[in-house]
């Protein structure tokens, strides 16, 4: 029976460790749950190169990957060098035509440089960077789970939010987004499942509906190597 099981990566988004997922539940006789956790990328790393070395922390073959913000960037890139079961992004964007508009002028103007990551110790900063809002009454939940607050880190990952350079989406992906996603707020249109009052945190506080929709979605068609 262990060998039947379906292995379940999750992917985190941007500062965030894997203790988002800790009220995604799938039924344990068919899926096992895997948490991937950000590591310190090396320096002037591509995000190719940093999904290559995130592969190697995949120890089964034919996996489902899950990514949610930029983790969905992330194992976007990483599907592209493995095969997988399935591929699916939450609360992230298809390509850097997504992106909104104070992003793209941040590439041109390389703007995105002059920010303030040393204060990541501030979870306040963390937070507007990570999600895209600031806090108010929401600071121990936010200090539980945004706890990557590494410059180089953060520094590299919103280089490589804001420069990323997918042209068009991945066909054989499933993408979830809330409709009141403020960080991406462009990425309801297409192909896409669009989850009503989800915001940029709804793996957090709609996991309900991902417990009860995730095994459905997985258990369709398997997607081939990108």
Known sequence: MQQDLIHVYLMPGMAANPTIFEHINLPEDQFQIHWLEWFIPEKNESIAHYAKRMIAHITHDNVVLLGVSFGGILVQEMSKYMTCRRL?????????????KRMRMMKFTKAYKLLPTQLVA?????????????????????????SVNDKRYLDWAIKNV?????????DKA???????????????VGNCIVI???????????????NE???KLILKDACEKA
């Open 88 to 100: 699916i992004v939450v609360s992230s964007v298809k390509s850097k035509h997504e992106l909104p």
């Open 174 to 188: 499933i993408y979830i987004h809330g409709d009141k996603d403020m960080v991406f707020p462009h990425s309801c």
């Open 196 to 210: 009503k009052g989800g915001t940029h945190i709804m793996i957090i506080n709609k996991y309900k509906w991902f």
């Open 213 to 215: 929709n995730l095994p």
């Open 162 to 170: 804001i420069e990323w350079d997918q042209d068009q989406p991945n």
């Open 122 to 146: 501030n979870i306040d900063v963390l937070a507007k960077y990570a999600l895209g809002e600031t806090i108010t009454k929401r600071v121990e939940l936010y200090k539980k789970y945004l």
